[in-house]
């Protein structure tokens, strides 16, 4: 339970802004009664509470800048309202907090700013750590130390002595306050929302479970699938032994038909000679034949004799081609020989032709 220890006011409403206007209120356990005159600044110190705990001025304060100790009052122009509180937060732990609030007397009004809150809180060893904090962050900071609502800080615990008998008031206006305090609002939007998300989440089960029903089948044809393809890579293992094997009784039956091939290529090129040995043997045949039809007595010897008679023939063969080249040669030098004596006999004819004519005209 969050507990209230002390507070300071210095420069808000009656309390003036010098140093020494200053007044500290220290709360007492379980309570603490604040008594005094009209005027001399009960609410004021309910209504600095509540503006520290939740950040709520009194009405018309921030128009009016009448929550601030008024400038006029203080013969300045500028008057810094400022309020420290010491409190215990739902955790147990001190914690200090302080709200600045600025009144400057202008020509016809006064302005009022706030400027940033502070907040002290103590570390794990009992150490100060001080956070500045804008003041909504520090508005929302507060509700959590105190662990209260809003609601109840500004209607119920730190209400306005001029609005406390909201209990008494009409329907409506009463509601509203209730819903106010217990966030009824709230709960009826988030309620709202609720709803709005469960329809949406149903829709989406709805969706989700058709979506399960397809991927079931995809599930049970992918179990299908991969239950056919472990057969056939089984049964392709089985193959890769089988082809392994065969593989290996294909390696000699390969060098052998590689062996027969060459064999082939051979027994193919030997054909061709054979082929072409029989021709030339038919052509010799033929030959004999044509000279056994010219040859009247056929020789009887042997080889040899045949060799010799036929080389015996060729040298006598040379020796007359030689003599008929000696002969033709001789010819040849008779001819020369003949031509001379035949151009000798021309010429002689013509001198002695000559000679007749002369011997005729003389
Ligand atoms: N802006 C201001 N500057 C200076 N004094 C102010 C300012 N606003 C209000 N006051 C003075 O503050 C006092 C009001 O104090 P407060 O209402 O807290 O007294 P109270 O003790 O609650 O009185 P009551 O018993 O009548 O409710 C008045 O005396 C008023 O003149």
């Known amino acids: 339970m969050s507990r209230l220890h002390k507070m300071s006011i210095q420069g808000i409403r009656s309390f003036g802004n010098r140093d020494q206007d200053t007044q500290v209120i220290t709360f007492f356990s379980p309570l603490t009664v604040i008594v ?3 005027g001399s600044g009960k609410t004021t110190i309910i209504e600095c509470l509540k503006y520290m705990a939740t950040g709520i001025m009194p009405p018309g304060a921030k128009t009016g800048g009448a929550f601030v100790h008024d400038p006029k009052v203080a013969h300045d122009t500028e008057v810094r309202g400022q309020i420290r509180l010491l409190f215990q937060d739902v955790t147990g732990h001190n914690v200090q907090v302080q709200r600045t609030l ?9 302005s009022l700013r706030t400027l940033e809150g502070i907040i002290i809180r103590e570390g794990i060893n009992g150490e100060p750590i001080q956070i500045t904090s804008k003041c909504i962050e520090l508005d929302k900071e507060m509700v959590t130390a105190f662990g209260v609502s809003t609601a109840i800080l500004e209607n119920v615990i730190f209400c306005h002595q001029e609005e406390s008998n909201w209990p008494l008031s009409e329907g409506k206006q009463l509601k509203t306050k209730f819903d106010d305090i217990f966030a009824a609002t709230k709960y009826m939007k988030a309620l709202e929302l609720i709803r709005k998300i469960r329809t949406e989440k149903l829709q989406t089960v709805k969706i989700s479970r058709a979506e399960i029903g397809h991927l079931k089948t995809y599930r049970d044809m992918l179990v299908q699938k991969k239950r056919q393809y472990a057969e056939i890579d089984e049964r392709l293992q089985t193959s890769k032994v089988n082809v392994e094997s065969i593989q290996l009784k294909l390696e000699p039956i390969d060098s052998r038909l590689e062996f027969i091939a060459k064999e082939s290529s051979k027994m193919v090129d030997f054909q061709r000679r054979m082929d072409r040995l029989t021709n030339e043997c038919e ?7 044509e000279f056994n039809t010219i040859i009247d007595e056929p020789f009887q010897g042997s080889e040899d004799e045949l060799k010799l008679l036929i080389s015996n023939f060729q040298r006598d063969q040379d020796k007359k081609k030689r003599e008929l080249q000696d002969l033709e040669a001789k010819k040849l030098t008779t001819e020369r020989q ?16 000559g000679y007749e004519f002369e011997e005729k005209t003389i």
């Open 102 to 110: 600025v009144a400057t007397q202008k020509k016809t009004n006064i």
């Open 283 to 289: 052509a010799l045949k033929k030959k004999i034949r």
């Open 338 to 353: 003949i031509k001379k004596l035949l151009d000798k006999r021309t010429s002689d004819t013509t001198r002695l032709g």
């Open 36 to 38: 005094g005159p009209n």
